[in-house]
């Protein structure tokens, strides 16, 4: 089948939906395009932070976003 056809066919099932549920075809392709980029396009941004920052970083979580705090809710 080609893409034209599949479109075509696709778009006849669509059409024969009601609205609430062509919402919920329309949703579903949504979730299937994939989001965010390519690690490979992050590699110009590597050791932009300094190893001094990082430490911080790293201490900064230890510290902080190990605890819970029962009474926060």
Known sequence: MTNAAMRNNIITQIDKLPS???LRVLNFA???I????????LLKFSGSISAEDLQLMSKAIEESCEK?????W
């Open 34 to 41: 994939p989001k965010g980029v390519e690690g490979k396009s």
């Open 20 to 22: 609430d549920l062509q």
């Open 30 to 32: 949504k979730s299937l």
């Open 68 to 72: 819970v705090d029962i009474g926060e």
